[in-house]
């Protein structure tokens, strides 16, 4: 494993609510160009660990890297900077519901691109049309489905080419079809475009078609368990935890 | 021998060590039949009971008060160490109760609630309002450092945004604030018509309603309408995005919520209000126009004309400069509470209502410090 291909180093976290633990030194890498998965029960802090990557959260100890770059170690402005290698799509989509998709995807380029509108609009449409969704410019989120306001965000989380995007329980809500779709989409660009990918899920069926790596976080020791392939640690790994939770249940 | 018998429940004693509750019938909705206290009575230490049976043969139809009441005297026997079988229970209520027992209460998940002494809650009151008063203050400073962007050309602001906060809260506002003030100015004018007639000057009802209006009612009416109207709807909009994490979805862009959302707000009242009040005095005043010339033996130009004598030009400066203030102070009241919103609909309605709270609070305050200022510089 070279040390240039590490994209994100998670050292040390420790993430707490006040004085209110919920999980102690977690250490993890992302490979760049994998499919990171982030596993846990309900209630482990998997959306947690995720607010704290994106710096929603300050974490009580440790720190996230972005290519090798402290994320919390350094000042607002230099953090700003390191934002704009992520995009994220949000459980609900988290779309702005007063502007359309097409504001929704051009507004981060109306921030941080010079082009002309018409060069913007262009980019909008592809990146509508990416995640299928040509022709609904003009809706207003309210006016969608929960699925296609779930593909429009990750339209605009893809809006600026980030290096990485973060999904946060993607086939929440959706049903298996259309869920599957979703990760299909997911490995497509992960393919077309290198983006290196962390998603938080519970959902086994996504687990093993996406992931290429993992780590199960465990509520009841508020620790991090293993990280590795979920279907390596399936074949192999004698946590009892991890077994059960990746076969349902199935293995006590 | 039989010690307690009701229609549908029977405690037979079938040997000294052994209690039988008989059930029969529709036991459905008769709470007063399936008394616990019942059963603890005849399960008395001193009876010596040490195993308790059920037969239930003749059980028609239950309900969960039946499994309930059950596992009551489940937890009975727990504590006098008496064996309870459940073999003469239907089978229904068996698998049910092998239900509620398959996880064990967790210890640590029941919440105790410790009553506070009165000390405790005056100090921990007081914490929270000075937290409280951090906030507000730091927000202060956000915004305070997002207009300097603004001024510098720097912040994430589109006028767009802003222009349609100022049609929301402005042109569509001059129905409420055209009633309410033309209201104002006729009860200004009433008050003064039945004083000022007594001393034989029903002409000063003019000078009465139009300072009373430029000065002091038209800003402070119009202020109190758009922090009900306006600043309400701010606290919800911004508290219903926070809900909908579309406000992380703007930092996660490094997109500052202030400079977007909330400079354009605050922009927008401050420029708005003062073309309000000066619509809210002239209304004002045609209230007490009317009321004057219905009432009084005083014509329109007479009293129009003593308007115009009596408002000094820096009372009606006066009067539009608190308006803008108070546009800032419904804005920043609204956006606060907004921002400060928790994660549900009651955090949303609550931030509504300290939203509202808060600016009222604000501007009448505020109002009554600068009648005090302009007293001591004689304005």
Known sequence: MKNDETKIEIRNLTMAYGSYIVMRDIAATVQRGSIFVIMGNSGSGKSTLLRHMLGLQRPAQGDVLYDGESFWGVDDEARQAQLRKYGVLFQSGALWSSMTLAENVALPLVEYTDWSAADREDVVQLKLALVGLSGFEDYYPAEISGGMRKRAGLARAMALDPEILFFDEPSAGLDPITSRNLDKLILELRDSLGTTVVVVTHELASIFMIADDSIFLDADTKKMRVQGNPRDLLKHSTDEKLRNFLTRGGAS | ?379
């Open chain 2, 1 to 379: 021998m039989s010690n307690v018998s009701s229609p549908n429940l029977l405690v037979e004693r079938p040997s000294p060590d052994t209690l039988l509750i008989k059930l029969s019938g529709d036991i459905r909705g008769q709470s007063e039949l399936l008394s616990i206290g019942v059963v603890r009575d005849v399960m008395d230490p001193t009876t010596g009971a040490r195993l308790l049976l059920f037969e239930s043969a003749g059980v028609s139809a239950w309900d969960s008060r039946f499994v309930a009441f059950i596992r009551k005297c489940a937890e009975l026997c727990r504590t006098r160490n008496v064996e309870l079988r459940d073999e003469g229970l239907p089978e229904g209520v068996r698998r049910l109760l092998r239900l509620a027992q398959a996880v064990p209460e967790r210890i640590d998940a029941r919440q105790v609630f410790v009553k506070a002494p009165l000390l405790q809650k005056l100090g921990e009151s007081a914490i929270r309002g000075w937290r409280d008063t951090l906030e507000l203050f730091t927000f202060l400073g956000e915004n305070l450092a997002a207009l300097g962007n603004l001024l510098r050309g720097r912040a994430q602001f589109h006028w767009p945004d802003a222009l349609l906060v100022m049609q929301e809260c402005g042109p569509q506002a001059l129905g409420i604030v055209a009633m309410i003030n033309f209201l104002v100015g006729l009860i200004l004018a009433f008050v003064g018509a039945t004083e000022l007639t007594r001393f034989g000057a029903p002409i000063y009802v003019a000078d009465l309603v139009g300072i009373a209006s430029v000065r002091e009612m038209g800003c402070l009416m119009t202020g109190i309408i758009l922090c009900g109207r306006t600043g309400a709807a701010f606290a919800a909009q911004l508290g219903t995005m926070k809900v909908n994490e579309e406000i992380s979805a703007f930092q996660t862009f490094g997109i500052s919520p202030v400079e977007f959302l909330v400079l354009p707000r605050m922009v927008a009242l401050i420029v708005v209000m003062p073309f309000l009040c000066v619509f809210a005095d002239l209304i004002s005043i045609a209230g007490g126009l009317l009321v004057s010339i219905s009432m009084l033996d005083v014509t329109a130009t007479e009293y129009l004309t003593r308007t115009i004598h009596a408002i000094q030009f820096k009372s009606f400066l006066l009067g539009i400069g608190k308006g803008s203030f108070f546009g800032f102070v419904v804005a920043y009241a609204g956006c606060f509470r907004g921002m400060q919103s928790g994660y549900s609909a009651a955090a949303v309605g609550e931030a509504t209502t300290r939203a509202v709270v808060t600016g009222i609070t604000a501007i009448v305050a505020s109002d009554g410090i600068f009648a005090v200022l302009c007293n001591a510089l004689h304005i």
